[in-house]
């Protein structure tokens, strides 16, 4: 093989989606990757028998606490993964325990009620715990498991508070141990791409930067209660993704927001909102929020720069069309989260799991959520004075 051709190895793990099979990577003929595909990058390389092969065999011992909506979703992911063991599950509703049991025939995992929670904290197997509780529950649950040595998943937010937040980060450090908070919409392969093409220069100057993110279906009642509200369990999202493919924090905020479902409305939070932020090189990013869009999940990207536009619209579960004499007809797009970012979720999961396996810092940085926590807050307060804020030059500083 010539000198200017990447080397090629024997690739003898079950094949499995690339990390980002947007750049192109390809599977090559008798089960051989190139050395440089970015697919294969979070696995290490290991000589044996004098080959150089792709060492994935260091199995990680998982506790999932809460098995709500998310701790499903990331239940099932884990099952897939080929270097988890799930040790335990905590949940409170026994009936649910039961249920998750024997759908995925786990008798080899202990369940526990969280009154048995401190079992896990005490168990040297377990390297790894997955917070998914409510929110009001995670800064508890992610305190413990820190002092304890464990690594720890967490839905956002980390904590009710700026202060809590700060606090899991700072114990993190203290115990060099990854802490990883869940802004899952970074590892959807669209926006990925999106954040590598504007960072390239692809697109030139970023002028103006716009995300959709409209509900489907509309969450319980109970749910928004302990939600933290609109801003703060919604806007986080797209606020964080506003800021890391600009790789900067806002100058300023300006938000309107109404309640148009009465329910909503009585618990003092909105279902519809809009939020304008400037940006120090001139960008100016616009976020539309709603609690419910009656024809599914509908979520939207666009940056628009000197050089043209980038765009992701929403998704469909499948690409077909339907022609007839009275037009084309799509399928609609997905119904809740969890189809349209199913991917996303298998890929966080995929690098947090890297990060416990290799020691390495997760991509999501404390700093950027601390950050993302004081805008929602400032958006919120626009929000509610029904006026116009700078955010002080020195806000996003670090402080840890």
Request: glycine share 4%; proline share 4%; net charge neutral.
């Amino acid at each position: 093989m010539a000198d200017s051709q990447p080397a090629v190895i024997n690739f003898d793990l079950k094949i499995k989606k690339y990390f980002n099979d947007l750049k192109g990577s390809k599977l090559l003929p008798k089960r051989l990757v190139h050395e440089n595909d970015v697919g294969l990058e979070f696995l290490r390389k290991v000589e044996k028998n004098g080959n150089k092969v792709y060492d994935d065999n260091k199995v990680i011992g998982v506790a999932i606490i809460g098995l709500g909506r998310i701790g499903f979703i990331h239940l099932e992911k884990l099952l897939s993964h080929r270097n988890v063991n799930i040790l335990y599950c905590v949940e409170a509703d026994k009936r649910k325990a039961n249920f998750v049991e024997c759908r995925y025939n786990l008798a080899s995992v202990r369940f526990l009620t969280p009154d048995e929670e401190h079992v896990i904290y005490e168990d040297p197997n377990v390297d790894a715990v997955f917070v998914c509780t409510p929110t009001e529950m995670h800064e508890k649950s992610v305190i413990k498991a820190l002092e304890a040595k464990k690594a720890v998943f967490c839905e956002k937010p980390l904590a009710t508070c700026y202060e809590g937040m700060k606090k899991c980060y700072s114990l993190a450090k203290k115990h060099n141990l990854p802490i990883f908070c869940a802004f899952n919409r970074r590892f959807d392969p669209s926006f990925r791409q999106i954040k590598e093409r504007v960072a390239s220069g692809e697109i030139g100057k970023i002028h103006v930067i716009k995300t959709c993110s409209r509900d489907s279906p509309l969450p319980s009642m109970d749910y928004i209660k302990t939600s933290g509200g609109i801003f703060h369990d919604c806007g986080v999202h797209d606020i964080d993704l506003v800021c890391w493919i600009l790789n900067e924090f806002p100058i300023s905020v300006c938000t309107q927001a109404h309640s148009f479902i009465p329910e909503i409305a009585a618990l003092n939070d909105f279902d519809t909102v809009s939020i304008t932020m400037k940006f120090p090189s001139g960008a100016i990013a616009i976020i539309d929020l709603s609690r419910l869009a009656v024809y599914g999940y509908d979520q939207r990207l666009e940056v628009f720069g000197s050089n043209g536009m980038l765009c992701s619209n929403g998704v469909t579960p499948t690409a077909v069309v339907h022609h007839s004499g009275t037009g084309a007809t799509n399928v609609p797009i997905c119904y809740s989260f969890a189809s349209r970012y199913s991917e996303a979720y298998n890929l966080e999961v995929e690098h947090f799991i890297d990060c416990v396996q290799n020691e390495k810092e997760t991509e999501i940085k404390d700093y950027q959520t601390l950050a993302v926590k004081k805008i929602a807050t400032y958006c919120e307060e626009s929000a509610r004075k029904h006026t116009f804020i700078d955010i002080p030059k020195h806000a996003f500083e670090a402080e840890l």
